[in-house]
Structures are given as C-alpha cells and as structure tokens.
C-alpha cells in the first residue's frame, strides 16, 4: 500500500504575485486553510503517513507552519533544492536526502487539489506495473468552442468546454524505486524523465474525470476557492 508522498513546493510563483510576495504558493488561503493542509487531508484520508516536502522560496514559513507534521497526524520531512535545476533534480534530490525508500510512492506538485482515490490509482499502476503512472485529467479550454459544420455554417458556441478526447498531466505520479536512474541532474521531469519512460514503453496514465483543479495563476486561485466550497475528501 502507498505510505509515501513526495511533494515539491518550492516555487517562486510569479503569477501569482502579490499573493506570493512573502509565502510560497502552498500557503496561500483557500477557503478556511492553506492549500498545504487541504492536501494533506486528503493525503490522510488515503492512508498516506510520511510525507517529503520539496522547499526553497520562502521555505521557511511552510517550515514553521508545518514543523515535523505531527498536529496534522503525518511525519514530515523537508529537503531544501534550492540549487536544483528544474523538477527532475528537485524529485532526484527529495527522494535521495530524505531516504524515500518505499517500492511505490506518491509524487506530486504542491500545487494540486484533487480527490482521487489513491487506491484506485495504485491498483491501476499495480496491475500494468510501469516504471510511473501520471494522472491525466481532460482538457478544460480556456477558450470558447465555435462548432462549423462541412458548409462553414456556425452550428453552435460552446463556452470553455472540457474536451474529453485530450489529456493534460494533472501533476499526481505514482513512481517505482527504479525511477531514480530516470531522474535527471538538469531538467524538467515532463521534457527528461517521462519523454524517456514513454519511449521505453514504461509510462502509464490513469485517466480521472473527477475533481481536480491546479494553482498557477490568479484566475485558478479564484477557480480553486469557489471549488472547495464543495470540496470533500
């Protein structure tokens, strides 16, 4: 069973600016709370017990806040990547300074909120037993649809649709220890890392239709808050 998540939140979050003048972005308020402890609540609720927190912008206001994670029933532990470049170095660095020794565990961006069945998710990888698993979520424009017809007759407007025929990474992995010779020095995982196991045939996606929404920009901050009115884990 998954005991283990590894969480990278160490982001400067530029977009996010003036929210992320003085805090990282897991801290920023969503509703009655930071966004860190909504993740770990659903963390909890899906057996997770210890916790690797990726840090490095402002690192320590999580620390402080968060500590060795016992007033929210976890063991935490921190690796500080502020010399890493990119997320495959920040992954590499987390699960080798803080002993992330595990057979599966969680990997994930701290900036992700979801309510997918972590069970669900590692029978999947269980039973098609990949190097990784990512969890992909339908693509939700940004945009309005215009639907044309074969005359170029304008048939219908669809605003912001979720196109249910192309995925996006939703930023929640299950990895195997033999993910450690795929983790880069240099590198973003999506562009070293996953390009590599998808060539080698060795990346699966669980597809999920269910809750989740990312924070990147101000618009998704204002997103995420209506959301976790809601929310439930």
Not at 149 to 170: L, W
Request: charged letters at 25%; glycine letters at 6%.
């Amino acid at each position: 069973m998954l005991k283990t998540a590894v969480l990278l939140v160490g982001g400067q979050a530029t977009r996010l600016r003036p929210y992320t003048n003085d805090i990282p972005k897991c801290m920023i308020e969503i509703g009655s709370k930071p966004l860190i402890e909504w993740i770990f609540d659903w963390l909890k609720e899906n057996q997770i017990e210890n916790v690797v927190l990726g840090v490095a912008y402002n690192k320590e206001v999580i620390m402080n806040h968060i500590g060795d994670g016992s007033k929210f029933g976890l063991k935490v532990k921190y690796n500080d990547h502020s010399s890493a470049q990119d997320t495959g170095d920040a992954f590499r660095l987390a699960i080798e300074n803080c002993n992330v020794n595990d057979k599966h565990f969680i990997a994930m961006n701290g900036d992700e909120l979801t309510d997918i069945s972590l069970k669900n998710l590692f029978r999947f990888h269980t039973e098609h037993n990949p190097v990784a698993t990512i969890v992909t979520a339908p693509l939700k424009s940004p945009f309005g649809v215009v639907e044309i017809d074969e005359n170029h007759t304008i048939t219908n407007f669809k605003e912001k649709p979720i196109i249910s025929d192309r995925f996006v990474n939703a930023g929640v992995y299950i990895f195997d220890q033999e993910i450690r010779k795929y983790l880069p020095e240099r590198g973003r995982l999506e562009e070293t890392t996953f390009v590599q196991l998808a060539k080698e045939g060795k990346l699966k996606s669980f597809k999920y239709f269910g809750f989740w929404n990312t924070l990147n920009t101000q618009k998704d901050l204002e997103n995420m808050r209506k959301a976790v009115e809601n929310y439930k884990v």
